[in-house]
Nanobody, 122 residues
Framework: QLQLVESGGGVVQPGGSLRLSCAASGFTLDYAAIAWFRQAPGKEREFVIA????????DYADSVKGRFTISRDNAKNTMSLQMNSLKPEDTAVYYCAAAIKFTRVPGAYEYWGQGTQVTVSS
């Protein structure tokens, strides 16, 4: 079965940190661009961050630049999202995704995780 499985969501206070992880099974991430998207209630899914298959290029949404970092471990077939200095507006369901093409467009991603809730609240 081809799937991405996320973990690490939760509730955190403003200014805090969380680390999300995503593990692939049934396929390899070696040559895939990987990304994180998020969707807040009543809003469309939006791009957060992406990285090329070899880690050479990273693309960030302006809203997370300087606060979020994406990483990948091709040997373990996993990816991670480190989120620092979290704000209430970061509250959303976060999804990991993988695609052949390095892009911000959700429709280009062939594989998706099930989503994990991140809530930033005091």
């Amino acid at each position: 079965q081809l799937q991405l499985v996320e973990s690490g969501g939760g509730v955190v206070q403003p200014g805090g940190s969380l680390r999300l992880s995503c593990a692939a099974s049934g396929f390899t991430l070696d040559y895939a661009a990987i990304a994180w998207f998020r969707q807040a209630p009543g809003k469309e899914r939006e791009f957060v961050i992406a990285i090329t298959w070899n880690g050479a290029i990273t693309d960030y949404a302006d809203s997370v630049k300087g606060r979020f970092t994406i990483s990948r471990d091709n040997a373990k077939n996993t990816m991670s999202l480190q989120m620092n200095s979290l704000k209430p507006e970061d509250t959303a369901v976060y999804y990991c995704a993988a695609a052949i093409k390095f892009t911000r467009v959700p429709g280009a991603y062939e594989y998706w995780g099930q989503g994990t809730q991140v809530t930033v609240s005091s």
